[in-house]
T-cell receptor, first 111, second 112 residues
């Protein structure tokens, strides 16, 4: 089955700095790569996603890049703010609704 | 739209008891999934469905059963609860394979 690895497990940055989280996947059949933000006591919420036919996608301060050849994708958050502090998960999904998640990154943005 | 709803919010079971976690969505989504979340391990896929009458096993299916008799509902059954099934369970749904997946609020389960 698909295996998704996520690094780092914890990340601490100063407010205004950038944060980068990286993921790798193993199954070349995966074609959809979402990123989720989870706050304490809540379910994950989608923040950005990328499909396999696209190399990069940006939404305001958040961007995601995908390298299909190397099977890795990354989340970039610029101008971080304290409200960006949360746990972030990457995931990889195949056509049959089989979606696998990384272990998560706890991001702390220090004021 | 209520989105994805899950009941109960909390449950305590004794080892060997059975129970059903309920999940419903009102967005007419074909794709639904169940995950469990343990500390430090992210979300692990238990079972998933691509439409009424169609289900398949995910990463950690042992000890759990599902059925999908309607588009709206996707219940998860614990056959004989074990302490290893203590976790937070999330149900999710989406319209298609590359569409946004929406999660329910979760069910916290403690098995003693």
């Amino acid at each position: 089955g698909e295996n998704v690895e996520q690094h780092p497990s914890t990340l601490s940055v100063q407010e205004g700095d950038s944060a980068v989280i990286k993921c790798t996947y193993s199954d070349s059949a995966s074609n959809y790569f979402p990123w989720y933000k989870q706050e304490l006591g809540k379910g994950p919420q989608l923040i950005i996603d990328i499909r396999s036919n696209v190399g990069e996608k940006k939404d305001q301060r958040i961007a995601v890049t995908l390298n299909k050849t190397a099977k890795h994708f990354s989340l970039h958050i610029t101008e971080t703010q304290p409200e960006d502090s949360a746990v972030y998960f990457c995931a990889a999904s195949k056509r049959n609704n089989d979606m696998r998640f990384g272990a998560g990154t706890r991001l702390t943005v220090k004021p | 739209n209520a989105g994805v709803t899950q009941t109960p919010k909390f449950q305590v079971l004794k080892t060997g008891q059975s129970m059903t976690l309920q999940c419903a969505q009102d967005m007419n989504h074909e794709y639904m999934s169940w995950y469990r979340q343990d500390p430090g391990m992210g979300l692990r896929l238990i079972h998933y469905s691509v439409g009424a009458g169609i289900t398949d096993q995910g990463e950690v299916p042992n000890g759990y059963n599902v059925s999908r008799s309607t588009t709206e509902d996707f219940p998860l059954r614990l056959l004989s609860a074990a302490p290893s099934q203590t976790s937070v369970y999330f149900c999710a749904s989406r319209a298609g394979v590359q569409e946004t997946q929406y999660f329910g609020p979760g069910t916290r389960l403690l098995v003693l």
